[in-house]
């Protein structure tokens, strides 16, 4: 079991005062907080150890390197794939799924072929497959939500046909604290010879994730929402397609050799990794791992059940306020959209500020999914392993003053 009290001692960042109260950080679907063992580590490359990595000789060129590519291994282990091979280092989710609508979908992806994807994507895996879309006149497709804000695996039967080439899901929604089911969903698109793509952003950092066991053909994720940096992503493929694959971008790194009119490319990874890379940031990611190794994943997973279960009844027995998504805790995952009253939630966002209870208030990138849930914005609670129940009764507490203090003025 995690000991979040404990835990929270290793993250500096949250032993502040806000607005004259003891911080509660609930935004960590937007960005995690760093362990003090990833900001040594990065502290430590850039005084002890940067250099470039590739390509020297010296001993701190050799050091950067190993220490790079040690990170790629243990990004590897973490997401359980085969080879390091398959495991790209991107900017970030974002990144990952351009890449992938760029390079297999400009190769692969004909006029007529359909993209399905859902109500609850995050724009990045709705945007990229528009263009996509677009360039290629291929059709995107949605699958729609039942009343509960799970995806309709009735309508993914009937949407995934012969003329489906990607389908394209998130693993995790970033609103409606919903998992989706990949693994039926890969057989599902397997079946008609679609290829299989994940938006794991809100996945990899709250649960084990098992992409060979999944068979997904690509999973995409980002370092700064599970404690390493920002600007540091992955993007797993599967060999046998990022063999077929062009890189996207080009230049220095990513080649064999350089003619005068012609080039060749580098063996995989490398060969999609063009320019210098964001090497502190990956070595920073590995030691995030490392961490969240340490702790578990699985307890990671059960922590914020148990918080879940805790704060959601009392959110829901609060007057006036609406949950989306699942109502019952058990089916809930660690992230929270709701709305009090008609009051704008940037207003509500702002009234936990002031009692120090940081949250997300907007659209959280999901304007279709609004849209489809009738609602311009909503306020957004997300937990992680450092959250503990006294965050929760801060947040319920927070809630309840606020609603107070719309109605008569006063905190
Ligand atoms: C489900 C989901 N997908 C993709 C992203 C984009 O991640 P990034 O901004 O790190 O590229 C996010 C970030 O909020 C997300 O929640």
């Not at 020297?56 to 990004?75: D, F, I, N, P, S």
């Amino acid at each position: 079991m995690i000991n979040a009290q404990k835990l929270r001692q290793e993250f500096p960042i949250l032993e502040q005062v806000v607005n004259d109260e003891a911080l509660v950080y609930l935004d960590n679907a937007a960005t995690t907080q760093k362990p003090e063992a990833v900001l040594q580590t990065l502290e430590n490359y850039y005084r002890k150890e940067n250099a470039n990595v590739h390509r020297g000789v010296h001993t701190l060129a050799q050091r950067a390197t190993q220490k790079y590519e040690t990170a790629r291994e243990k990004v590897c282990q973490f997401i359980h794939a085969e080879k390091t091979e398959e495991i790209l280092f991107t900017k970030g989710t974002t990144a990952s799924l351009n890449w992938i609508a760029r390079s297999f979908g400009d190769r692969f992806v004909q006029a007529g072929d359909e993209i399905v994807i859902s109500y609850m994507e995050h724009h990045s895996n709705i945007v990229a497959w528009q263009q996509l879309a677009k360039r290629k006149k291929a059709v995107l497709k949605y699958i729609p939500l039942t009343k509960k804000g799970f995806l309709d695996m009735e309508e993914a039967k009937k949407q995934i046909t012969n003329k489906t080439a990607v389908v394209a899901i998130t693993h995790a929604s970033n609103v409606l604290g919903v998992l989706n089911p990949i693994a039926e969903l890969t057989n599902l698109a397997h079946l008609h010879q679609a290829i299989m793509v994940v938006d794991g952003a809100q996945a990899v950092p709250h649960m084990p994730v098992n992409v060979k066991e999944l068979d997904v053909d690509f999973y995409a994720f980002s370092g700064h929402k599970m404690c390493g940096p920002t600007g540091i992503g992955v993007l797993y493929g599967k060999q046998e397609w990022l063999e077929q694959m062009e890189p996207v971008e080009f230049g220095g790194e990513m080649i064999n050799f350089v003619h005068l009119y012609e080039s060749t490319w580098a063996d995989l990874p490398w060969k999609f990794e063009a320019g210098t890379p964001n090497i502190a940031g990956g070595i920073g990611l590995g030691e995030a791992i490392d961490y969240l190794d340490k702790i578990g994943l699985v307890e990671i997973f059960q922590h914020e059940k148990e918080l879940v279960s805790y704060v959601l009844p009392k959110l829901q027995a609060i007057e006036g306020l609406t949950v989306y998504g699942p109502q019952d805790p058990y089916e809930h995952t660690g992230v929270i959209a709701f709305n009090l009253d008609d009051l704008h939630p940037h207003d509500v966002a702002t009234a936990l500020d002031m009692q120090g209870v940081a949250t997300r208030a907007g659209h959280h990138c999901a304007q279709p999914l609004l849209q489809y849930l009738g609602v311009a914005a909503t306020v957004r609670a997300s937990f992680y392993l450092y959250n503990t129940k006294e965050d929760a009764d801060r947040l319920v507490e927070a809630v309840k003053e606020t609603k107070e203090f719309f109605k008569y003025g006063t905190f």
